[in-house]
């Protein structure tokens, strides 16, 4: 069996069929080239082929891309001088392509040729795009689900099939950035509009509308082959094109800090592509793209970002147990937490009973979706339809007994023990004998909080992040007596809301407020010390962080900092060893300069909240040093908080896996994604190198970087985190 077959019809038209084997959405691999290639050949040779039909044997889709777990592993499989041997097998993959573009033509009269077009039943992603961006016309279904794009750089490649050459030089380099630099995927009335894509024609017309036009004997010599050929909006050294290429230039730098090697090479090869003939510019492609290829960063991002993620997503994890979906929740507490939680499940068609202490605040809680379904109305997102019928799951009352025949309480009541206790009991009063009730704290331990309950083993934490709509993350912590079946029920129902699980041991924060709060007080720390709040900010941005830790207290609040503080404070008693931090927080708290939300923090903000500057006033208490410490130290300073504290966790066994390690980083909290997370970036500095760093660190700056057991002991043995504990080795 192969993924490609062909047959000819009587008019003379080959129809070329995909069809990955095994798989509900065409991926394309290495035997898939091979056997393209063919096929092309053998159409081409054949006098009786008029022209051909690209199209897909999968229902409403034409193709996911390349299977990524091959892209990953390209770099390892290229041989002893692997950049050479990415360059020849990317410049294999342009000869296949360029092959089904020229179709035959006589290269200097452009005369002859075969037309060949492309059929879309749906979804064409990736190479599912690049492929059809060579043939000379593109169909496709008017199927409003399909998404067509080019999301390489999401996963910190770029489209590098010709894709990028193609697309830039379609539609000029301003027309293709937002596709090519935001990956940003378009349904097929959209990808017409944005020149994307040539036709949209009903679904059941799909293949004769393409068979019609290769029958047309139409012109089929590409723009670019064409004497005279001019880039539309202009080639760099052109007036608009410079304006372009100078405004992308800053627009990358600006978004990327240059940390993504993949953004920044992909407009070299559009600029320096845009210079040269078309042949010589799918070669710097495949340059450009080898150099991605080679970079640790793009396999530690499509491990984590695309692999690693998926696999947890589809329940790596999961206790081998029968299906545990969710039916219906029972969600207690309809304040920010709760009203978010109502609206990803009832989005998901799950019923909900979401109960407050009073009608007006469970209502409240219910208005959230309301609003959120309104704003996508108004954003031709959603349907009135819809919106009703997400509205009549929610049902808003103060009633416990409505949650009798839930299989599943979300509990995000106030963050107290007391409080938490009491809801627990009762609920466990009303709801059946398997009904499994999570607790969506963030800071109470999961063990204790059980012990309100008569059933532990069906005691579980399931902890979102907020804005619970916008968070990827859903950490679920198994407590002492936390038995399969919550965990199971906990997974089932994540992959229900469509979003990423990671699951952890009871620990105090869990996982990722655990690693965060070394980083945010590793900022307020240098503050004390005086590093100037400018060097702390911008190092941590120019090493990939999304904001800065000083930013991030005035996001998630000086008071909520103060709170957690003083509760650490009072269970570790002598062993606390934030002190200094809790100088500089205390004292902002006692300013009232509570973060955004008080309009004063760290940074300044205008009257409609705007954030301004970095707050001057800061420099009165905390003088700014005369010696500022170099931008390496700053940086490793803030990451190496953040990993070691991920290290421990491993070490702990709060953490089983490493790749929910990497993957919650990134997601919960943003961590370097280049990096591919905390492990991959150890991995990519080198386990020495990095027990190396922490003694220096320690020597310089205390204990708390002191090199964990498990991180010397792999420096000793030259081991990477990967090859440890990584998926491959755990399988072993
Ligand atoms: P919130 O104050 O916005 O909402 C709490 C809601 O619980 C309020 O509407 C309150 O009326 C209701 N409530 C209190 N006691 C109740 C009772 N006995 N019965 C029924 N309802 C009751 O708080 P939140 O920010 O939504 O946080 C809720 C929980 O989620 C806390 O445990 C918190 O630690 C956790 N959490 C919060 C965040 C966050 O960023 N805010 C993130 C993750 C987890």
Known sequence: MT??????????????????????????????????????DQALADDAVKGVVITSGKDGSF???????IIARMKESAGDDPARGLFEGVMGMHAILRKIERAGMDPKTNKGGKPIAAALPGTALGIGLEIPLACHRIFA???????????????????G??????????????????????????????????GVIDEVVPAADLLSAAKAWVLSEPNIVKPWDEKGYKMPGGAPYHPAGFMTFVGASAMVNGKTQ????????????????????????????????????????????????????????????????????????????????GAGIALVSALAGIQVVLIDSTQEAADKGKSYTTAY??????????????????????????????????????????????????????????TGPDCIFATNTSTLPISELAKASNDPEKFIGIHFFSPVDKMMLVEIIKGKQTGDVAVAKALDFVRQIRKTPIVVNDARFFYANRCIIPYINEGIRMVKEGVAPALIENAAKLVGMPLGPLQLVDETSVDLGVKIAKATKAAMGDAYPDGEVDEVLFWMFN?????????????????????????????????????????????????????LEAVRALEEG????????????????????????????????????AAERCDQLTAQFGTRFATPDLLREMAEEGQAFYARFGAAAKAA
């Open 141 to 159: 279904a008017d199927n409003p689900k399909a998404k067509i794009g080019l999301p390489e750089i999401m996963v910190g490649i770029f489209p």
């Open 3 to 40: 993924d490609f077959t062909m047959t000819t019809d009587a008019d003379g038209v080959a129809t070329i069929v995909w069809d990955t084997v095994g798989k509900s959405m065409n991926v394309m691999n290495q035997q898939g080239f091979t056997d393209l290639d063919a096929l092309i």
């Open 161 to 194: 099939a010709g894709g990028t050459t193609r697309l830039a030089r379609k539609l000029g380099a301003m027309g293709a950035s937002p596709l090519l630099l935001e990956g940003k995927l378009n349904d097929p009335i959209r990808a017409k509009a944005a």
């Open 591 to 643: 300013q009232k300069r509570l973060g955004r939300k008080s309009n004063a923090g760290f940074y300044s903000y205008d009257d409609k909240g705007k954030r301004q500057g970095l707050w001057e006033g800061l420099s009165a208490q905390y003088p700014v040093a005369d010696d500022q410490p170099d931008l390496i130290t700053v940086q490793h300073r803030l990451l190496f908080a953040q990993a």
């Open 63 to 69: 193709a996911g891309g390349m299977d990524l777990n």
């Open 654 to 689: 709060v953490l089983e896996d490493i790749r929910e390690g990497d993957v919650g980083a990134i997601l919960g909290w943003g961590f370097a994604p280049w990096s591919g997370g905390p492990f991959s970036w150890l991995d990519i500095i080198g386990t020495p190198y």
């Open 258 to 337: 240059g940390v993504y090697p993949a953004a920044k090479a992909l407009l070299s090869a559009v600029y320096e592509g845009a210079l040269v003939p078309f042949d010589t510019a799918l070669k710097i492609e495949a340059r450009w793209f080898t150099h991605v290829l080679m970079n640790p960063s793009s396999s530690a991002m499509i491990r984590s970002l695309f692999i690693n993620k998926e696999a947890l997503e589809k329940g790596a994890n999961r206790p081998d147990t029968p299906d545990q979906k969710v039916r219906k929740v029972g969600v207690i507490g309809a304040g920010m937490m």
């Open 373 to 430: 379904m309104d704003k996508g109305i108004s954003r031709k997102k959603v349907t009135p339809e819809k919106k009703e019928t997400v509205l009549d799951l929610i049902t808003a009352t103060t009633d416990y007994a409505a949650l009798s025949d839930c299989d599943l309480i979300v509990e995000a009541v106030f963050e107290h023990p007391g409080v938490k206790a009491e809801v627990t009991a009762k609920v466990q009063v009303v």
